[in-house]
Each structure stands twice: as structure tokens, then as C-alpha cells.
């Protein structure tokens, strides 16, 4: 949901905070709604803002709640990011079983059609998309016999299938569990994880095997129907193009 107030339309410009560096091949994504009050993420934002400011980073930096505190996203500017970039990390907490709004939003407006998938979307195939995430239950509560029911990759397919109609490869995500009751230490490892992954990439053991992804099929006939400014579709669809869609 948007906040009340929140306008989602397209910027033009944002200034200097939207600068691309030419030489940064990894796109970091960082969607925490209320950052002050988390230790995980507060640790991420801190260490991979000095590792990308330093000589030679591959990395670009974007905190999507400080970039855009009013939901309204610079369509154009992060398509530039993503398109420089040849790994795109999306960095948030679990929230209802997936990802925060703005992130949806964002996802919304920037994965557009015919851009991102469809007809003529290629413009993502061929990167690869890793999920840094963490949740507030523990490891054990993802269970079958923990409160939550299911584990923790049964919750991963839409976002897999999201890369994979943008062709995307999606890799295997990282994890941390508890996150309001994790030590500093915990925090630490968690923190030294990523940082080495994001200077490895992409020379993992655990991707060596995966396969590119193949871009999935996206009709142009499972678009919406235009209508005529808003008042109602057109006067010759016929009745079952209108009951197809009101589904």
C-alpha cells in the first residue's frame, strides 16, 4: 500500500543522489521502510556504503526509501542503473511473506513491459538477480511444525519467476533468520558474507553448475484491453472480451 499523500508518478530529476558511475557492474537495491530502527540492515547500509565508495568499487549503492520518500519513482533513472549493472541485489526484510511496498512499487513501474519483459523487453536478460533478505522469525519457525508453516524457499517463486520472465538467472538467496534477537557477531558474519560475495561474484561454487535463464513468454494478448479515457471500454468488444477483462 502507498502512504496516504504519496504520489507514484515519474520523475524526471533527482539530482546528484541519482548519479550512475559508468564502471559499477553491481546494482544494490536497499529496501528497509524504517531504517533507524533496524540493526541488519542499518550494518548492511553502513559497509556497502565504504565498499562502494572506495577506489576502483564495483558496486552502486541505492536506498530506495531515502531516494524516495514519497513514492515517486525515477523510472528512468533506475532503468540507467539497471542496465549498467550485471548483478542486481535486492536487500530487504521480509514483510508479509515478501518484499516491502516501495520495493513493489518500484518493481511495478520499473519492470515495464516491452522493457523489462514482453515484446522487444530484453533489457534485464542475461544479468543475474540475488535476494539478500531477513526475517523477524527464527529458522525453526519456517518450518512445517513452526508458526510460519512452510520453509523459507517456499516463499522465493515469485520473485523467481520474476527473473526469469525478465531473463534473468536468479541465484540462491541469503538468509538471515531471527533478526531481532541476532547477536552483533551474528550481524558481523552476516555483513562479512555479502561483502565477500559481492567481491567474488560471479566465480561462486555454489552457481558454477546454474544454467542462463531462458526468458519467458509474455502475450501481448494476456495485456489489458484498451479503453477510451477512462469512461469504459470500447463499444465493439464483445461481451466475452468484456467478461474476460472484469476477471
Known sequence: MVPAGARPRHRTNHG???????MHDILLL???PDLKHSRVHAALRKALSRDAAGAGARCQLRDLYALYPDYDIDVAAEQAALQAARLVVWLHPVHWYG?????????DEVFSYGWAYGPGGTQL?????????ST???EASYRPDGHNRFFIDAFWPPYEQTAQLAGMRFLPPLVLHGAHHVT????TEHVDTLVDHLRRWP??????GLMPCVQGDAPAGERPLPVDSGEGPPADLTDA???DTAR
Open 16 to 22: 546528484p543522489s541519482c548519479t550512475l558511475v559508468p
Open 30 to 32: 536497499l529496501a528497509h
Open 99 to 107: 518484499m516491502p511496498p516501495l520495493l513493489k512499487l518500484w518493481l
Open 125 to 133: 536478460a542475461g544479468k543475474d538477480l540475488w535476494l539478500v533478505v
Open 136 to 138: 523477524g522469525g527464527t
Open 184 to 187: 552483533t557477531a551474528e550481524i
Open 203 to 208: 566465480d561462486w561454487p555454489e552457481i558454477a
Open 241 to 243: 472480451a468484456l467478461a
